[in-house]
C-alpha cells in the first residue's frame, strides 16, 4: 500500500510541474528532475579591438566637423597617436612617423628620439592615459594629462604634458607639445598649418 501512495504522490507532483509550467514554453519537462534541473551556458567574451572615432556632423554649409565631446574619444585619439609615435621611433620609421604628426616641430623631435632605448616593441594596450581636455573643436584638440608607457620603456616612460592635436585631411595629428598645464599653447590651435617637408 505504501508503494502505491508514494506512487501517486510521484506521479501528483510530475503532473502538477507540467501544469504549473508557462504556457508560451513550447516543450515542457518531461520529469520532475527536469523542472528543478537548470543548465547555465556560457559563451565567453569576444576580444575586439575598436577604435572610437569622434562624433561627425555636417554644419548646413555641408561642412563635415569632427569634435571630441568626450574623454574618452580623447584618450583613443591620443593612444593611437602615441602607439604611431612610439612605434615610429622603435622601428625608425619616418613614415609611420609622419601619419601621426602635423609639423616639423614634432616630426624633428621624433626624428631624434630614434635610438631611445626600448624594453620591448611599443603596443597601444600598454599606453595609459589619464587626460582632462582644455579644448575641442572642429580644427584642435588640446589636451593636459598624463602618458604612462613603463610597460616598454622602462622608468622613465610616465610624463605629464599638454598635447595640441589638430585635424587633417587625415584626422587629428600632434601639432606642438607643452611641459605645463599653462604655457602659451592658444595660438598653436589657431596658427596655419604648412605641410610637412619631404
Excluded at 598635447?163 to 611641459?179: C, H, M, P, Y
Amino acid at each position: 500500500m505504501r508503494w502505491v501512495i508514494a506512487a501517486l504522490v510521484v506521479v501528483g507532483l510530475a503532473v502538477g510541474v507540467v501544469l504549473a509550467w508557462p504556457s508560451g514554453t513550447e516543450n515542457p519537462p518531461d520529469t520532475l528532475a527536469d523542472a528543478t534541473t537548470t543548465t547555465s551556458t556560457s559563451v565567453p567574451p569576444e576580444t575586439t579591438t575598436s577604435v572610437t572615432e569622434t562624433t561627425t556632423t555636417t554644419a548646413d554649409d555641408g561642412e563635415t566637423s569632427h569634435v571630441v565631446e568626450t574623454v574618452a574619444e580623447a584618450e583613443e585619439i591620443l593612444r593611437n597617436l602615441w602607439f604611431g609615435w612610439f612605434e615610429g621611433i622603435y622601428n625608425e620609421d619616418e613614415d609611420r612617423i609622419r601619419e601621426v604628426v602635423a609639423t616639423k616641430q614634432m616630426l624633428d623631435a621624433a626624428l631624434n628620439a630614434f635610438e631611445a632605448p626600448f624594453l620591448q616593441e611599443p603596443s597601444a594596450e600598454a599606453i595609459d592615459l589619464d587626460l582632462e581636455i582644455l579644448r575641442a573643436d572642429t580644427e584642435c584638440l588640446a589636451v593636459w594629462g598624463s602618458l604612462d608607457v613603463r610597460a616598454f620603456r622602462g622608468p622613465d616612460g610616465l610624463t605629464e604634458s599638454l598635447q595640441v592635436l589638430r585635424f587633417t585631411d587625415e584626422g587629428w595629428k600632434f601639432a606642438t607639445s607643452w611641459v605645463h598645464r599653462d604655457d602659451l599653447w592658444e595660438a598653436d590651435c589657431e596658427a596655419e598649418l604648412p605641410p610637412l617637408p619631404s
